[in-house]
């Protein structure tokens, strides 16, 4: 059983950079894949990116490459999100997951959910 805690999100003005992090409880937080999910008012959940059980192996969608990043830290049980050069259709719930099958981008595929936090960007 994993818990998975996001903190860091708030209101910011586009242009801002914003870093969530996702804590995992449990001793075994570096044998599973994380990903960052995000879910915008009236619109369906969508991945934004996922890392594998160290920091070479990751992947942000296209959309966002080049904006945002993701990086673990395993001592610490912690995933990241940073965003940069924050726009106001980044205004969603962002949601951390764990996965035990790697790298994915389906949330089917992702076993473990936070209750995620609210990342509002002004403009």
């Known amino acids: 059983q994993v818990q998975l805690a996001e903190s860091g999100g708030g209101l910011v003005q586009a242009g801002d950079s914003l870093r969530l992090s996702c804590e995992a409880s449990?001793?075994?937080?570096?044998?599973?894949?994380m990903g960052w999910f995000r879910q915008a008012p009236g619109k369906e959940r969508e991945f934004v990116a996922a890392?594998?059980?160290?920091?070479?192996?990751?992947y942000v969608i296209d959309s966002l490459k080049g904006r945002f990043a993701i990086s673990r830290d395993n001592p610490k049980n912690t995933v990241y999100l940073e965003m940069f050069d924050l726009k106001p259709e980044d205004t969603a719930v962002y949601y951390c997951?764990?996965?035990?099958?790697?790298?994915?981008?389906?949330?089917?595929?992702?076993?473990?959910w936070g209750q995620g936090t609210q990342v509002t960007v002004s403009s």
């Open positions: 890392i594998g059980w160290s920091n070479d192996n990751v």
């Open positions: 449990g001793r075994t937080f570096s044998s599973y894949a």
């Open positions: 997951a764990a996965s035990r099958q790697g790298i994915r981008v389906g949330s089917q595929f992702y076993d473990y």
